[in-house]
Structure formats: C-alpha cells, structure tokens
C-alpha cells in the first residue's frame, strides 16, 4: 500500500470512539483555544478587510462567517475563520512548528455546521487533521526551504483531513481529497509580519473544505501524490522525506498528547513566548520602571525573523526587541499591545532603542534578560518554559481566563459563558449548527 493510501485508510477508518480519552481531552482544549483565537480576531483591523471581501463575493447560506453575522458556502467561511484564527498568532503550537488548529479546525466546523454534523464529528475530524498535518511537517522539516511558511505547505493536506472526515468519505474519497489538496500548497515566510500571513491557514482551510467537496462529486487527482517521482515530497522537498514519520504506527500515539502542544500565554510568535516572559520577570522580580533602564541585553538562541524596528505593531510579533520592550514598558503583554498606536507611541520608540539582542543564549537554550540600570545596577532573570508550554502547562482556570478575554472582545458575557458551556461539553453537542450560530453573530463592536 503506498504513503498516500495509508494516511487515507487510516482517515477514513478512524472513528470517535478509536480516540483514547486523553487525546479527546486534548482536542477540547485545542478546540476551545482556537475557536477563541477565531472570535478575537474577528474584529482585528485585517479581519474587517477579510469579512468585507468575503461578504461581497458572495455565496450559498451555508456556514457561518465568524463574528460578522453572515453565512457563506463552507470553502470561503473556513478561509475567513482561518484567517481570524491565526491574525493573532495566539493559536496552540505544536512539535515543529505547524498551525494545525487555524487549518483544520475552520474546515471541519464550515462542514460539520452546513451538515448538522455533531460535536464528537468535529472532535474526531480535528484530531485527524492535527494528526496528519503533524505527521507531514514532521516527516518534511528538516528538508523544509526556509522561504516557505510551513502552514502553506501541510497545512492544506491537515485541513483535507479534516474536511474529509467531516464529510465522512471512503477511503477512495479521502485518497482524492488529499490528491486535490497537494496542488493547493505554498506560502512565503516573506510574508510574515503581513497580514498575507494569515492567509497560509485561512487558504489551507479553504482548500481542505474545497478539495474534500470536489471528492466527494466524483473529482478525481492522484492516488500516489505524496510518494509519487513528480509528486509532493519530490517536488517541495526534493525527495528528502521521512516516510516512518508520516506513515508509521498509525494509531499507536497522538500526536496531540505525545509529543503535545504549547498553549501560548501571550499573542506573539511561539519563540517571542520565552523573551515576553524573562523580561516579565526581569521587571518583577527587581521592581523596574521604564525610565530606570540604561540598556536591555536579551540573550537567546536565533535572532528572530523580524528586526529591532518592526514595521508595525502586528509585525511587533516577530520582534525579540518589541516583545521585550512591551512587556518591560506594559508589565503585560496582550492583543492591543501589538497595534500600530501602541507600536509607534513616543515611550516605545524610545525603549527599543534601548535593548538589544545576543543571538547565542545560553547553551540551556533559555532566554536571559540582563538590565543595566541608570543607577550602575545590573539585574537579570530568565525563562526556559514559558507557562503554558508543554513542559509548563496551565491549569484550567489560566487558559479560561485566556478565553474569555478572546470571546469577550467580540461576544456579550453572557454568550461567552455560554460558548464555554458548549465547547468544553462539544462531545455533548448533537449539531454544531448550534455552536457555530452563537460565534457566527455580529461582533457588538462592529
């Protein structure tokens, strides 16, 4: 049996009740998390351009455009969800690198809402997803180009996954679903700190939703993609592809609980989490104002993909200098910290100016942050697993009041209580059309 029909038995045979319980547990969480992401950043500034240009495109009333009011046909309400999870990026990550949740998740609930699918279906399909994606990414990262963003690249076969699952296709139907995907992959780490970013899951989504659909009425693609000479892993990784990686003991564990997920505490890049939190520390653990510091020095491993004067506050994100300088400035880290008022406000003009950046850290591979002080002082402090990673995870209550902040940015108090109701019991929920109702209204603040 070939890779591409491996993955695709393995889809189509795997039900709800094949999932061990702690990885259901895990989806719940990933789940919550991410529709969270979605609500938040509904009403972020590109989210209004995104919602416009899908509203004005038109489409069949079928699923629900999250925050706006609206429905539209699936493939486009998971490209406009998708995009909305990841605006933020303060989605979960997992182990490399991937966004799973913004590719796979708006694919399954466009679907399971239009079909009245249930909550274990939208369990079941986003575990799947998350599963192969990160099977894919895994199998592909040490091969992976630079250039490429890796979401734009597995990203599209994770949402397939996903959507086929949903749909509930045979094992022929999926293995076209993930035929049609892999010609829908790409996207440029150029484009990170650009709303185009983004896109790569939100088009991941889209195309998962589109390609399972085609399959479903008979549109047919290669049954050997990923392993074909002219396929998948030739093309974008020249060959250099782990097969034990992506194929090998199907069902034995899940990648969703081994080897797990971070939750991240701040909206920022999984790799900004460290530096957020050591310059939190540094500022509360020796009581540090702004004005008290003569210079920052942030010692870590990499440089960071933006520079040390972000070209905006989303851009800010990427930036070890602008994370450092928020939270040692804010003594906190939030979603409005990364606008462009608080991005170009004269104090953080000023505090960038005064950090910079070591890019070998500490061989533990922590982040250090050491304050010279005006006073002739220095202080330091550090962080090697930021709360909310995998090695450092939250307890409940640190993630719901994560959520809440996300929901209650779009969503009345008490509808945001009553998202949590249904989706930390979404095995419970018959018909996701429910779920998807609640987030799918009008933001109050649009």
Known sequence: MSATQTLAQFIADTDYEALPDSVVEAAKIAILDGAANMVAGSVEELADIIGRYVRD???????????????TNPPAAAFANGVFGHCLDYEIQGFPPTHGTSSCLPAALALAEHHHASGKSVITAYVLGWEIQGRLRAASAPATAPGYHPPGLVGPLGGATAAAKTLGLDVQQTLMTLGIAASRTGGLTANTGTMVKSTHPGNAARMGAESAILASMGYTASQKVLESPVGYAAAIFGGEFDWESATGG??????????????????????????????????????????????????????????????????????????????????????????????????????????????????SGATLATALLKNGNTVSAECSAFRGSAKNPMSRDERLAKVRDCFQRALTDSDTERALEMLENLEAVEDAAILMGLLGQAAAVR
């Open 57 to 71: 495109s038109g489409g069949a009333s079928q699923a629900s455009v999250v925050g706006w009011g609206f429905k």
């Open 250 to 363: 199907l069902g034995d564990s899940w990648r969703l609980t081994d080897p797990g997920f971070d939750i991240k505490r701040f909206p920022a890049q999984v790799y900004m989490q460290n530096v957020v939190e050591a310059a939190l520390n540094l500022r509360e653990e020796h009581g540090l104002e702004g004005d008290a510091i003569e210079q920052v020095t942030i010692q870590r491993r990499g440089r960071g993909h933006s520079g040390p004067v972000p070209r905006s506050g989303l851009d800010g994100k990427f930036s070890v200098e602008y994370c450092a300088a928020a939270a040692l400035l804010d003594g906190a880290v939030g979603i409005d910290t990364f606008t462009d008022a608080r991005r170009f406000a004269p104090d953080m003009e000023d505090m960038l100016g005064r950090i910079k950046v070591e890019p070998e850290g500490p061989e």
